[in-house]
Nanobody
Framework: QVQLVESGGGLVQAGGSLRLSCAAS????????MGWFRQAPGKEREFVAA????????YYVDAVKGRFTISRDNTKNTMYLQLSSLKPEDTAVYYC?????????????WGQGTQVTVSS
């Protein structure tokens, strides 16, 4: 089992920045690929970004490329998502996830989410 806890969400103006964190506990963090997803009101949850277990490979949905950066620190069992140049359409609950496969699906463990609200 892997337990995941997100933090760092909040209210920010359009064009601003936030850094989300995902703290992991339980089984070996470095053995898992990690990802970020988000769910806006009335919409389905969507993939945002993924990072391989080593941190060398990353993958982003087109809507956030060049604005968001995913990273991880395996010594701290923590993953990050730097959000920059935020837009109102980035407003959503952001979830981190852990799984055995690097990519945009097939994640086994999920956090409870952190709210990001971008005002125009």
């Amino acid at each position: 089992q892997v337990q995941l806890v997100e933090s760092g969400g909040g209210l920010v103006q359009a064009g601003g920045s936030l850094r989300l964190s995902c703290a992991a506990s339980g089984r070996t963090f470095s053995g898992y690929a990690m990802g970020w997803f988000r769910q806006a009101p009335g919409k389905e949850r969507e993939f945002v970004a993924a990072i391989s277990w080593s941190g060398y490979s990353t993958y982003y949905v087109d809507a956030v490329k060049g604005r968001f950066t995913i990273s991880r620190d395996n010594t701290k069992n923590t993953m990050y998502l730097q959000l920059s140049s935020l837009k109102p359409e980035d407003t959503a609950v952001y979830y981190c996830a852990a799984g055995r496969t690097f990519g945009d699906r097939d994640y086994d463990y999920w956090g409870q989410g952190t709210q990001v609200t971008v005002s125009s």
